[in-house]
């Protein structure tokens, strides 16, 4: 749960991003100034744009706060792209998984197993694919 | 010159855009680690996105790095958007033009007179409005 670890994590996805061919805006990790939840970064390589919350995990499930999603819905809408939640357990590459996709809790907040990363989440080399899912999802 | 009043009048705009229902990045001013010239900040409002380059001035022309430019109009591409540099002199508006409407130097900068923002500048009410020229100059 370190923060310097997530922050590690999250370098690494914009980094691959980077290599990708995307261009990458990355929200700072030090606390803004704006009212509104921001994601972590969002990311554009001439064909999709996606909007990406980032969590990393030791292997425990993720849990990602309902204002967290709200939003990166919200900008999704304003950018006309897919909210991407990016999980990245240990020993483990990135998943890419739609909001829509995931386990709500009681409180209803998001909940992400490992086990359902694996077998549901879109991977890296996926994502600018004309293929890929979560394009389609927000397409219409 | 200074930093801070710059920094002021980035986030005046930042504000505004909000106020005006945009969804909003902004690249923290601290230096980023990234190797590319990322703009100022990324707007969407669900219609258009704008990639935008601000500066702001107490009266003398204003000067933009070559480098800043083509950073700003490959981040566009990326994002499919408009390039913006947005310009603020003290006692006016936030003027927005296009990189290419603007005069370059000899060494490859770019240069936006007061005067010249204010004939060809286009004003905060014209971005998200349908008409926008901005919008135009990149829809093709």
Redesign the interface.
Known sequence: MGRSKGDRRE?EL?NKL?ENE???????S?G?????E??DC?A???EY?YAFEAKSSSGPPIYIEEQKIEGLE??A????CAPVVAVRFDRESWYFLHPDWLYRTESGNYRVKKEFANEHGVQFDELGNENMILAQETDE
Not at 22 to 28: E, H, I, L, S
Not at 32 to 36: E, F, G, L, V
């Open positions: 370098r914009v980077y995307f261009g990458v805006m990355r929200t700072p030090s803004s100034s704006t009212k509104r921001l994601p969002l554009g390589n001439g744009i919200y900008f809408e304003k950018f006309d």
